[in-house]
T-cell receptor, first 117, second 111 residues
């Protein structure tokens, strides 16, 4: 089966500019996650969707970050305006169901490496 | 917030040796998962162990879980140069399925 697709793979922007990332999960996967991974750290969950509804966005900086999953399939994550500390890899993952309850793992895309100058 | 703390932060071994990584966590969990990340790539799921399990095997991987000590270990036997990567533990708890990742262990296997 095709894996999780993300684009772009790399993006360089100046601070205060806006940027958007796109993710297409594995077909049929109900749950979609966006993570931020700062260099040298583990991924941190930003937002979790179940179909097209938000399950958890407690760590999403809502003053500048937004995400949507229209029609419950692909998703976009937007940052506006970007700050220097937003430089990180943004990972998208999907799972067939709620993986935290022990029913399965998450499948990760290759990530988008964002550099804010 | 990062629930898992991994030890060591970095590990360098020779090909053929065994590698052991440890993960400690703070709150009760439903399961604990281990992932591998090669440089510049996404994470790949390795193994999942449920809170009512104590040990699990998959190929050259052995995972143990001690819920009384809130700790887990990942053992890679007969390591290969291709095992060079960062390894992360992630804990799943609650009703949402949220995973919290540790800081990771960077493993270098020298040929």
């Amino acid at each position: 089966e095709a894996g999780v697709a993300q684009s772009p793979r790399y993006k360089i922007i100046e601070k205060r500019q806006s940027v958007a990332f796109w993710c297409n999960p594995i077909s049929g996967h109900a749950t979609l996650y966006w993570y931020q991974q700062i260099l040298g750290q583990g991924p941190k969950l930003l937002i979790q969707f179940q179909n097209n509804g938000v399950v958890d966005d407690s760590q999403l900086p809502k003053d500048r970050f937004s995400a949507e999953r229209l029609k419950g399939v692909d998703s976009t994550l937007k940052i506006q305006p970007a700050k220097l500390e937003d430089s990180a890899v943004y990972l998208c993952a999907s799972s067939p169901q709620n993986s935290g309850t022990g029913r399965g793992e998450q499948y990760f895309g290759p990530g988008t490496r964002l550099t804010v100058t | 917030s990062q629930q898992g703390e991994e030890d060591p932060q970095a590990l360098s071994i020779q090909e053929g040796e065994n590698a052991t990584m440890n993960c400690s966590y703070k709150t009760s969990i439903n399961n604990l998962q281990w992932y591998r990340q090669n440089s510049g790539r996404g994470l790949v799921h390795l193994i999942l162990i449920r809170s009512n399990e104590r040990e699990k095997h998959s190929g050259r991987l052995r995972v143990t879980l001690d819920t009384s000590k809130k700790s887990s270990s990942l053992l890679i036997t007969a390591s290969r140069a291709a095992d060079t990567a960062s390894y992360f533990c992630a804990t799943g708890s609650g009703n949402t399925g949220k995973l919290i990742f540790g800081q990771g262990t960077t493993l270098q296997v020298k040929p």
